[in-house]
């Protein structure tokens, strides 16, 4: 029996209708942009695997980052003790986080870094005695699949079974430079109607909802507006964090920072589970008390595994190097060029690249996982490379290891599929 055979008879994957989903596609081993399936065949990660792996799969300096600490500790109990990996980390995040960061708190994955932060703005309005119970978030935001993260996404078309049991969320529409003023006073009317406790959003970038873009101005002029009636700005930098969009962090594109922000996806990159919630000493300050129920009485086991921690501080070492920020400018003036090559294709309604990010908008009209983007998937696997057409996107947010040649061979076969469907 194949592997894809042996998976189908206790394996229940994610975000996947097994009615009558083809069978999965086993795959063996990756290094650097490579992936390759059990029969040997290679793929070119065009996506990073979800935006983690950026420092390329099986990275050597990571192995043997976590090698090494697999020797020294394994998990030990967060709750009462410490250990070298996670201050360690916790100082190098200090070096590159939004200058007004000051504490890390850990969580297991993006989702549960959100539902963190969510928990951490409500309890700091409550701890101070305001009943706030309101949290805003941007339309076709997305955050995650946990019970407050799913509340605040608004991409929602799958989360019908769970609606009537949502936190409360009054969503706005995103920025854009030409409806700053109109977005700007659509807030300023919701947080007049209602009592808000936090802002959350996804920063300049909207992952889920298909690479979309909006302006760092508007973006600034909210957070400043909400900052200024003491609601709580939580930037979701799962997706955008750790370079991806040219900078360290998303929110370095603003002169304001947020109060919270959550971490995870490159913070590991791609090689074991874990995220950070981190905050200013504000927010840190509004848990200190005589009495014990203000403090954050929230944890995950596997918190500040050492093995994560040990991962992310490779990683870092990797992103801070002349190395890395030198592929993430190459890739940037690379995709700047691509889209000038795609510049009035008439099957094309728009291109975008922000940092390593690129995302191009067919003309064409599809479901989100109709038929015509399963056909364009299996197009681009046919062709050696891994993309995950959003709807009726493609996006490619390659590792950043990934060579000219391989960036190459990603846009041929876009071109390609441009020319097959
Ligand atoms: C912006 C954002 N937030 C949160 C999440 C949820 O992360 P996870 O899948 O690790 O729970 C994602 C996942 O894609 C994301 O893109």
């Known amino acids: 029996m194949s592997l894809s055979e042996r998976d189908q ?3 229940w994957h994610p975000l996947t209708q097994h009615f009558n989903a083809a069978a999965p596609l086993a795959i063996a081993r990756a290094k650097g942009a490579l992936l390759w399936d059990e029969n040997g065949k290679d793929y070119i990660d065009g996506i990073a695997s979800w935006y983690t792996a950026m420092y390329g799969h ?3 300096h990571i192995i043997a980052a976590v090698s090494e600490q697999m020797r020294q500790l394994d998990l030990v109990v967060f709750t009462g003790f410490t250990h070298e990996p996670a201050v360690r980390l916790s100082e190098k995040l200090m070096e590159i986080l939004p200058a007004n960061q000051q504490k890390i708190f ?3 994955n993006g989702s549960t ?4 932060g969510i928990k951490m703005a409500l309890q700091y309005h409550f701890n101070k005695g305001e009943k706030r119970d309101t949290l805003i978030a941007f339309e076709e935001g997305f955050h995650g699949d946990t019970f407050g993260a799913m509340s605040a996404s608004g991409l929602s078309v799958y989360n019908g079974p769970f609606e009537d049991f949502f936190l409360k969320v009054v969503r706005i529409p995103v920025p854009q430079e030409n409806t700053i003023d109109v977005v700007t006073s659509k807030l300023q009317q919701v947080i007049s109607e209602n009592e808000c406790a936090a802002f959350i ?3 300049l970038a909207q992952g889920a909802a298909g690479m979309k873009f909006h302006s760092a101005k508007g973006l600034e002029n909210l957070i400043r507006l909400c900052q200024q009636n003491d609601i709580l700005c939580i930037a979701d930098e799962v997706m955008t964090g750790f370079g991806k969009t040219g900078k360290h962090f998303a929110s370095l594109h603003m002169d304001v920072d947020p ?3 959550c971490l995870s996806k490159a913070l590991t990159a791609g090689m074991v589970p874990m995220s950070i919630t981190s905050c200013s000493q504000r927010v840190f300050d509004a848990f200190l008390d005589k009495e014990i129920a203000k403090g954050f009485f929230h944890a995950h086991t596997y918190s500040a595994n050492p093995l994560g921690c040990a991962t992310a501080i490779a990683g870092i070492d990797l992103l801070t190097s002349d190395a890395i920020q030198k592929d993430i400018r190459r890739i940037e003036a690379s995709h700047v060029e691509f889209m000038a090559q795609l510049e009035g294709h008439p099957k094309i309604k728009e291109a975008r690249s922000l940092g390593v990010i690129l995302a191009i908008d067919l003309v064409l009209e599809m479901d989100r996982y109709g038929s ?12 050696g490379v891994f993309l995950r057409p959003l709807g009726n996107t493609i996006y490619v947010l390659p590792p950043y290891v990934i060579t000219p040649s391989q960036l190459k061979k990603v846009y041929t076969a876009i071109l390609g599929m441009l020319e097959a469907i």
């Open 372 to 383: 015509l983007r399963d056909d364009m998937y299996k197009y681009f696997m046919s062709q």
């Open 201 to 203: 959003y996804e920063p």
């Open 259 to 261: 109060d919270i922000i």
């Open 58 to 60: 099986c990275n050597d």
């Open 106 to 108: 850990f969580n297991d």
């Open 113 to 116: 870094a959100v539902e963190a």
């Open 9 to 11: 008879k206790h394996i």
